[in-house]
Every structure is written in C-alpha cells, then in structure tokens.
C-alpha cells in the first residue's frame, strides 16, 4: 500500500455521477484484468475485444503493458518493488476509466497474486473481472516473436517472469481463456459474451 504523503486534501465529488455517464453510455463501467504470461495472448486478446465491443457501440479502451511503461510508468524497473508500484499505478488509472463508465482492458502480466488482489480491493463489488489468459511456458516461448524468452535464458534479461523470476495464476478469476487450445478469435468471443452476459454491455 502506498503511502499517503500529501495532506490537507478532499475529495471532490461532481455533478454527473457515474450512474449518469453509465446510462448516457447504456454500459457499465470495468476493468476486465487480463493477466498471464509473456506471449500468452492478453494484449492479442484484449485489442481484438476492444475493437468488437467499440464496433458495437461500446466504449472500451486497452491499457497496455508497455505502452504504459514509456510514459506514466517509465520510471519503473522490473523488480518486484517496481513491478508493484507499476500494478498499484495502473490499478489507480484503472479505477479512474471504470467510474466514467468505460470498459478497460488491462494487459499486464502482473505476476504476484497480491498486487492483483489489491487493485481488487480499492474498486467496488464488480467493477474488477480478473481473467486468466493460461498458456504453458512451450506455449509462450513458442510464440516468441519479440526473442525476449531466449535472452532470458541466456541470462540477458533479469527478473524475466516464467524463467528468472515468479509467476502466480490467479486463484479464483472470474474467467479462465486457456489459449495453448483456443484460437484469439474464440478467446475473444468468450471475453465478450462474458461481458455480455453479466450486464457489462448491451444494456
């Protein structure tokens, strides 16, 4: 948990609620948690999703991995402290997407389970969906177009998640896409529906 340096603050409420902006956007507002692997498919998975659901009216938005690392995040390393501080960072933004009644997509391998579970835990009941992308490690390295597996292996990149440095599935997530099996578009078909079927869109 980060701390609380800045004193004499309030919150500031506005005049449009979320509830106002849901129902302008006939939509709830989420953050859809893809979490798995490097070459899993998250990122693959959630730009596919994103663009079906904006196609069908929708207004969702990708928060990527990297993308995010070259400008809110650049500071941040990948130790475990950086790799938290970078959860609880996009956690935040994440939070911010979901109160103005937008469907975001996190892709972030984001491998310690406790990160995970506190951004659960600073958003209200359903507003986080935690989806597990599975892919075993031959799966990934087999996908490895970016090479960044076999420079791990061979020691040229440190704290590399599935070889050098941990990765912890989630326990219970809300949806499991298993893609050693699944094709992206059937991934995607899943997620959708998903969001489909709880109310998220189509409302």
């Known amino acids: 948990m980060a701390e609380q340096k800045a004193t004499n603050i309030t919150w500031h409420a506005g005049h449009v609620t979320r509830a106002d902006r849901e129902t302008r956007l006939g939509q709830k507002g989420c953050t859809v948690w ?28 990708v928060l990527d991995g990297d993308n995010v ?22 956690g935040e933004v994440a939070k911010l997407f979901t109160d103005a009644g937008v469907i975001v997509f996190t892709s972030f391998i984001s491998p310690y389970r406790a990160d995970r579970d506190a951004v659960r835990a600073v958003m209200a ?21 970016k090479g960044l ?19 912890e599935a989630p326990e219970r997530p809300e949806l499991v896409l298993d893609t050693n099996g699944q094709t992206v578009e059937e991934s995607t078909r899943a997620l959708v529906q998903y969001l489909h079927d709880k109310g998220y869109v189509g409302r």
């Open 34 to 61: 893809l979490t798995g692997l490097s070459g899993s498919g998250k990122s693959t998975i959630a730009v596919a999703a994103e663009k079906q659901l904006v196609e069908g009216g929708a207004l969702a938005y």
């Open 69 to 90: 690392r070259h400008g809110l995040n650049k500071n941040l390393g990948f130790s475990p402290e950086d790799r938290t501080e970078n959860i609880r960072r996009i």
């Open 125 to 145: 009941e359903g507003d986080f969906i935690e989806v597990y992308v599975s892919a075993s490690l031959d799966t990934c390295e087999s996908r490895d177009v």
């Open 149 to 167: 597996y076999a420079k791990a292996r061979k020691g040229e990149i440190p704290e590399f998640t599935g070889i050098s440095a941990p990765y």
